[in-house]
């Protein structure tokens, strides 16, 4: 196994390379810091197929504590009210600071923002950039400063396969590229690794947001939070693709409806119809598909020949499998999209485990609660990496001599994907749950490349099976009603023998690091 270079040891390890990690790094310069992700920077990653954009209160009739109701609403009774508050008033900073970096958002002719509106907000709040590219230009601004800056060693191709620790935290991060092993010593390392969308038959993820992150930080003794909490988006693009490409819920926000193949519409009648949560419209459009129908999202009347020119990416996507938006509907079905749960932090962005950090969507900072308000994750991720970088940055670099341990082979989820989306989809009961965890356990206690997805989906599932009420993505079949009991989150560690999982509900407010870290 081979040491990293001294010149590196001590250094922070920054592992992901989506826009939490990029962040993180460059909030940390000039201090130098080593980014490690598994494929090139900006490939492979969530960050650069974000579509609809980034939330932030810059219309002219809204404010911060307008989006932090939006966003403790779409919560259903989970979001710690304070981080909300937090993040919804750093988003107008996080929008100049991403220009900063060379972002050009929208701006109509006299230099205002392009706000759209999406699911669940009460007013147009969403900065894009060309419509529906994004993430993709945010990645291409943020690439470019990270390697144009000395402070940071990008290591492409490596991926983190344990974290080390001793008796006083981490002590380093047992990483491989291939075959080969090696292991960087350091005692600080934030995790930015991503979703889970990958472990689902049906995703609008890359395939590797397998959850990596989350099982290091558990073998590790960090506590997480809120995993049952996954959510499907309802209008993944469904024509054979893996993962789907996604359709917006901005399409939704200008006008597009949800028709079944008779040209019924799914939503008449209900609420905010197609701009209801998330999580009532995948229900909604996953019954109608149980059901024996078809499920389309029809923008020929609200954009027709606009369409391309508001959504050029979404159009690429559906001509490429020969649909045009303007005078077609689009086929959809609910995909799995994004992970509401994670890894416990503070308002730091620590961990339960000295020396580590986490932001992005591997992290819960208690931002999301049961769901997530459309684009508040890139909006937390950039914010929540300045919290690290300040945190991890003030932190003085201690030496370290990580004890040399056995490298896992590289994980591979394919085999476990049936059994997430049969068991963990859109709809759960304890028929399903049970003999889904009856077939993790085993899985993710003994090595073998299925063992740290099994770990994970492990997580998800026994938690699942214990949150017995329907709240925000969870929705059990078989306990429909949200329950005031289950105002309360269940924390899960793996215990110290290893070989288990401990899961316990603590009250809302109770579930920073440190209590989370007691059994
Ligand atoms: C199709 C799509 C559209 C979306 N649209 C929006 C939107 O409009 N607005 C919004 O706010 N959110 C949106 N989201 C959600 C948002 O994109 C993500 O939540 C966010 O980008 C997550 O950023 P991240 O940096 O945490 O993870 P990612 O961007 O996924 O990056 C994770 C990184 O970690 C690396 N990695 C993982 N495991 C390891 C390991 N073991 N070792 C080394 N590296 C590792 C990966 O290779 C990758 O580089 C969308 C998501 C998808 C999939």
Redesign the pocket.
Known sequence: MEMMASRYAGQPVI?????????TALRLAPQPVIL????A???????????????AALGEEDTPDLHAADTLSAGDGLTDAAVAHRIAAAAPSAIAELERYGVVFDRTEEGRFVLGL?AAHARRR?V?VTG?G??AAI?RALVAAVHAAPSITVVEG????RLVIDDRGVSGVL?AGGREACLLPTRRVA?????V?GLFTH????L??????LA?AARAGAALVDMEFVQF?PT?LDVGLD?M??V???VRGEGAVLIDETGTRLMAGQGRAELEPRDVVARAVAAHIAAGHRAFLDAREALGTAFSTRFPAITARCRAAGIDPAIQPIPVRPAA???MGGIVVDAAGRTSVEGLWA?????ASGLHGAN?L????????VVY?GFVADSLGGVVALPSSPRPTALPPA?DAVSLRPLMSEALGVVRDRHGLSPAIERLEPLAFHDGAVADPALVALLVATAALAREESRGGHWRRDFPQRSPVWAQRLVQRVHETGARLVCRAVPLLASSPSVAAGD
Request: charged letters at 10%; hydrophobic letters at 40%.
């Open positions: 592992v992901g390379g989506g826009l939490a990690g990029l962040m490690l992700a598994k494929t920077l900006g490939e492979g990653v969530a960050s650069a197929w974000a579509q609809g954009g980034v939330a999406e969403i894009h529906d994004t993430g990645m490596l991926e983190a396969r990483a995790l930015a690794t991503g979703g969308g995703t609008t993820n890359p590797g947001a397998i959850g990596q992150g290091l988006h993944a993962p490409p996604l917006s819920e901005a999209h994004y992970h932001c992005g969507e591997v992290a997530r459309a684009s508040n994750s890139l909006l937390e991720a990496a994980s």
